[in-house]
């Protein structure tokens, strides 16, 4: 199964738009919504049966039995997280819930055991088997390690479907853990970018990341009308660096009316959603190596 | 006063406001803690740069000394390092810099080197002072690059505005965690309208005053409007759908400083600004 990874870098310039399209267009049996930090995909890919639901437990969390705590203040002087609190009066000592990151040492150097790590809940892994398998999740608010739940969205899609031509996976932006964990095992990366200097900064950063990967790399640039300058000047980049363009997409109001709706923009008529028809032949070419 | 500036989408805006704002402030420190992707400084263009290596602890073994108990191994909750082969081998990729291996480890064999993640980049464009963070490309965590932005963050009576990350995870939380005020800057899309929620539990989670700027307003129905009147959201400013102000902006231009009427829509913004952190601080002191 070939896994197509849409990244960006820059959010907002188009990801879960040209993932949403992709899958209707390639009728794809897997795919998956990695930006678990804010999820959307599930919102234009309707589904009609119940998805799975499951818990998703990351680091665990350090809790302090304070009939047990001799207040020695050891954790606290060790915690490089700053996670410890001696609270009232420097004798009601406490972890502060979000700064904990579950390493253990207060744990392991509490001399009278009142310190024990709890797994905690930080996320829901969410799984559709309706006509094709779409894997997502939210990561709980104020989380950390988004890159392990990351992975294990692309498990639970694997997991359940591995005969599949193409999985389409959404990505999330910037350029840290989350994106990281999505580029491994990726057959091919397309990044959306914008013509905008921000767009273009963007991208540079997160060509830089998916190299590191040896994936395939391909460039869509969106909104490419809002600034032809810049547009040419994406072009003129890329080949430069010798990285194959997938197309351009037109602003179209249209757009984001069809989104508004919960459709993709090719189940409308649009500009926009024929320049993505276009976009994905290409991007198909590029991923079966004849681009 | 701090100003923190977030929306759960990425391209809502939130660089074009924290930017503007900052712009018509008239002595204004602006920070950008979307360290993955930070775009201010291409609008500031900042001179008089300076910068600072930000680094993380990682773990150093003296084979010498290991004799191979893997206590530190075991006690490793990140599986950061693994004796195989008769040789310790650490995964600096995946420490998070706890500093329980080297405290563990009875022979004292580990010892602690400096690892560079990114800078903190200072400059200043006009009036305003710019601080940067920036990961290095590779890198999987810039929460240490943003809590050395919080660190020396001014806390007194200078206008603070932090432009911080998009999402809601640990990284946001460092970046809103001082803040005095945050403003919620959404798009009217159903996509904007879901992130909007998020970063609007985020911020009552926090008990920050808020309140939210609808950017690329169009005509018709705004379901991000609509969202913030079914939520109790203090509407504080609307910026419409604007090809020009859109020109500026991807051509990493501030409005504020390129154009009057710009200037006008940001500094009654500001003015809205200041007015709501007032009456949080005055509902405060009365608590």
Same mark, same amino acid.
């Given at each position: 199964m070939q896994q197509l990874l849409i990244l960006s870098g820059? %959010? %907002?310039? %188009?990801k879960t738009t040209i993932a949403s399209a992709f899958i209707k267009l390639s009728n794809a049996k897997a795919y998956a919504d990695c930006d678990v930090d804010a999820p959307n995909l599930h919102l234009i890919m309707s589904q009609s049966d119940e998805p799975k639901r499951s818990n998703y437990y990351g680091l665990s969390k350090a809790k302090i039995d304070l009939y047990v705590c001799? #207040? @020695?203040?050891l954790c606290r002087q060790n915690c490089r997280f700053e996670a410890i609190d001696s609270g009232a009066g420097g004798i009601m000592y406490e972890v502060y819930h979000y700064a904990c990151e579950g390493c253990g040492v207060c744990e392991a150097i509490c001399p009278v055991g009142a310190i024990k790590l709890i797994p905690a809940i930080a996320g829901e892994l969410i799984l559709y088997r309706g006509d094709a398998v779409f894997s997502t999740a939210q990561l709980k608010m104020g989380s950390g390690t988004s890159g392990l739940l990351v992975t294990e969205v692309k498990k639970q899609m694997t997991s359940v479907i591995n005969d599949a031509d193409i999985a389409i996976i959404d990505g999330s932006p910037g350029l840290g853990c989350p994106v990281i964990a999505s580029l491994n095992g990726a057959d091919m990366v397309l990044i959306v970018t914008e013509p905008s200097v921000s767009g273009i900064s963007d991208m540079e950063r997160i060509i830089k990341t998916a190299a590191q990967f040896q994936t395939k790399i391909a460039v869509c640039i969106n909104k490419y009308d809002t600034n032809i300058k810049n547009t040419e000047i994406i072009e003129s980049f890329c080949e430069f660096r010798q990285l194959p363009l997938a197309g351009r997409i037109p602003f179209d109001p249209e757009a984001v009316t069809a989104i508004n709706t919960g459709q993709s923009i090719v189940e409308v008529d649009c500009l926009s959603g024929q320049a993505a028809r276009e976009v994905f032949d290409r991007t198909m070419q590029i991923l079966v190596g004849n681009g | 006063m701090r100003i923190a500036v977030l929306s759960g989408k990425g391209g809502t805006g939130k660089t074009l406001i924290s930017v503007n704002l900052a712009a018509v402030s008239k002595e204004a420190i602006y920070i950008d803690c979307d360290v993955e992707e930070p775009n201010g400084h291409l609008f500031f263009k900042p001179e008089n740069l300076a910068a600072e290596y930000i680094s993380v602890k990682i773990p150093l073994v003296d084979n010498e000394l290991c004799? %191979? @108990? #893997?206590i530190c191994a075991v006690f490793c909750q990140y599986n950061a390092l693994a004796y195989i082969n008769q040789k310790l081998l650490i995964f600096d990729d995946v420490c998070h810099s706890c500093g329980g291996c080297v405290l563990f480890c009875p022979e004292k064999a580990l010892a602690e080197k400096e690892k560079n993640i990114g800078i903190v980049q200072s400059g200043t464009s006009g009036l305003v002072h710019v601080i940067t963070g920036i990961l290095d490309t590779g890198e999987a965590s810039g929460v240490p690059i943003i809590k050395k932005l919080m660190q020396n963050a001014p806390a007194g009576q200078e206008d603070v505005f932090i432009d911080c990350p998009p999402g809601s995870d640990c990284i946001v939380m460092g970046s809103i965690k001082d803040a005095d005020y945050c403003v919620l800057v959404a798009e009217p899309t159903l996509f904007g309208v879901h992130n909007l929620k998020m970063v609007h539990d985020l911020v009552r989670l926090f008990r920050k005053p808020h309140g939210a700027v609808l950017n690329k307003c169009l005509e018709g129905y705004d379901p991000a409007a609509q969202y913030c009147e079914d939520h109790g959201i203090r509407i504080i400013g609307r910026i419409p759908f604007d090809h020009d102000l859109g020109t500026l902006n991807s051509n990493a231009l501030i409005a504020a400083r390129e154009n009057g009427k710009y200037r006008e829509v940001f500094t009654s913004l500001l003015q809205k600004v200041r007015e709501e952190v007032q009456d949080a601080a005055a509902i405060d002191f009365k608590r």
């Open positions: 820059k %959010g %907002g310039t %188009g001799i #207040r @020695c203040d | 004799n %191979g @108990c #893997r």
